[in-house]
């Protein structure tokens, strides 16, 4: 089982005194960074000038650039998305002088060689489960989201002691901070998009979708049945799991996806995960999304306009506008 630390394991003085430098200011960046100012954390922003800049300034930050931030910085946090990091990294690690310790919310970059970080210093690691706008809200709440932490590289000895800082700074430490290393956080996020919360999920609503439309039944019908109340039913396992849900649905319900959904989601499904899972493991997706990143994303915006006008989402677009009327 994982280890999971609390803000009692925390030694705060580890950063006491150190300034903390967020390059960013998008989702992550912004809340996280608001989260480490209320918990009492010298802050600065590093980010080039423009809308981001000037929030951040209205938001009571210092805002300078992303190579004087890491200057300034002890603690050199990337809230930036995956694709940046390379090119981000390469104008500040000349400032990332030893003894300082480097931050990520997602793995993938040092994982996979984007980043080489020198030996002399730090490289740790929180990733909140949860999106920004949650991050700042369940702490302002007084509670938080859960963090996964992992130490890439430990130069000083106490690469740990700051990456819990960081997550207790956030809010991770009042509900529970999982240690795990990068190459998991990596592999089981990949995994987790591509089977089933991105990718697994959009294909089932289609499948689904598009089965009962060529069976000759109404659009409209299959999207509530196969898509809208999707909601539903995950706010049901989100609060109280898997057999929350079967409590909560009809029996026939309950009867049909116990007995039946196996034969859906059946051993050839699962066959096709551990597939991706050595997929994944191997780096070949790890070069594969590099590759897409530096072609300018040809490929993503090839299936971007292919699917944005598809079917289900024409008739999803209207539906949801009638539900808006229906609220006014």
Request: aromatic share 8%.
């Given at each position: 089982?994982?280890?999971?630390?609390?803000?009692?394991?925390?030694?705060?003085?580890?950063?006491?005194?150190?300034?903390?430098a967020v390059i960013g200011y998008g989702s992550q960046g912004r809340h996280q960074a608001l989260n480490m100012k209320d918990?009492?954390?010298?802050?600065?922003?590093?980010?080039?000038?423009?809308?981001?800049?000037?929030?951040?300034?209205?938001?009571?930050?210092?805002?300078?650039?992303?190579?004087?931030?890491?200057?300034?910085?002890?603690?050199?946090?990337?809230?930036?998305?995956?694709?940046?990091?390379?090119?981000?990294?390469?104008?500040?690690?000349?400032?990332?002088?030893?003894?300082?310790?480097?931050?990520?919310?997602?793995?993938?970059?040092?994982?996979?060689?984007?980043?080489?970080?020198?030996?002399?210093?730090?490289?740790?690691?929180?990733?909140?489960?949860?999106?920004?706008?949650?991050?700042?809200?369940?702490?302002?709440?007084?509670?938080?989201?859960?963090?996964?932490?992992?130490?890439?590289?430990?130069?000083?000895?106490?690469?740990?002691?700051?990456?819990?800082?960081?997550?207790?700074?956030?809010?991770?430490?009042?509900?529970?901070?999982?240690?795990?290393?990068?190459?998991?956080?990596?592999?089981?996020?990949?995994?987790?998009?591509?089977?089933?919360?991105?990718?697994?999920?959009?294909?089932?609503?289609?499948?689904?979708?598009?089965?009962?439309?060529?069976?000759?039944?109404?659009?409209?019908?299959?999207?509530?049945?196969?898509?809208?109340?999707?909601?539903?039913?995950?706010?049901?396992?989100?609060?109280?799991?898997?057999?929350?849900?079967?409590?909560?649905?009809?029996n026939t319900a309950e009867y049909g996806g116990r007995i039946y959904g196996k034969e859906i989601i059946d051993d050839s499904v699962k066959e096709n995960?551990?597939?991706?899972?050595?997929?994944?493991?191997?780096?070949?997706?790890?070069?594969?999304?590099?590759?897409?990143?530096?072609?300018?994303?040809?490929?993503?915006?090839?299936?971007?306009?292919?699917?944005?006008?598809?079917?289900?989402?024409?008739?999803?677009?209207?539906?949801?506008?009638?539900?808006?009327?229906?609220?006014?």
């Amino acid at each position: 089982m994982a280890k999971i630390y609390y803000d009692k394991d925390v030694k705060l003085d580890v950063l006491k005194g150190k300034k903390i430098a967020v390059i960013g200011y998008g989702s992550q960046g912004r809340h996280q960074a608001l989260n480490m100012k209320d918990s009492g954390f010298d802050v600065i922003i590093g980010q080039r000038e423009g809308k981001s800049a000037d929030d951040a300034r209205k938001d009571g930050f210092e805002v300078v650039s992303a190579v004087d931030a890491a200057k300034k910085g002890d603690l050199i946090i990337l809230t930036v998305p995956d694709e940046l990091h390379e090119s981000i990294y390469n104008e500040i690690k000349s400032n990332i002088t030893e003894g300082k310790a480097l931050g990520v919310c997602h793995g993938f970059s040092i994982l996979y060689g984007l980043i080489n970080p020198p030996e002399n210093i730090d490289v740790v690691m929180i990733a909140p489960k949860a999106p920004g706008p949650t991050v700042r809200s369940t702490y302002v709440g007084g509670s938080g989201v859960p963090s996964a932490i992992a130490v890439y590289q430990d130069y000083t000895g106490k690469a740990l002691q700051k990456a819990l800082a960081w997550g207790h700074a956030i809010g991770s430490g009042r509900v529970g901070i999982i240690e795990t290393t990068f190459a998991e956080e990596v592999e089981t996020d990949l995994f987790g998009e591509i089977t089933v919360l991105c990718g697994g999920v959009a294909e089932l609503i289609k499948a689904g979708f598009e089965t009962l439309v060529d069976a000759g039944y109404q659009p409209e019908i299959a999207y509530f049945e196969c898509c809208n109340e999707l909601k539903l039913i995950v706010d049901l396992i989100y609060n109280g799991g898997l057999e929350n849900m079967w409590y909560s649905v009809s029996n026939t319900a309950e009867y049909g996806g116990r007995i039946y959904g196996k034969e859906i989601i059946d051993d050839s499904v699962k066959e096709n995960m551990r597939d991706m899972i050595d997929f994944i493991r191997s780096g070949r997706y790890g070069r594969d999304v590099i590759l897409e990143q530096r072609t300018n994303m040809n490929q993503l915006k090839r299936y971007r306009e292919l699917e944005k006008d598809e079917l289900i989402e024409v008739v999803g677009k209207k539906l949801r506008g009638m539900m808006k009327r229906g609220k006014e």
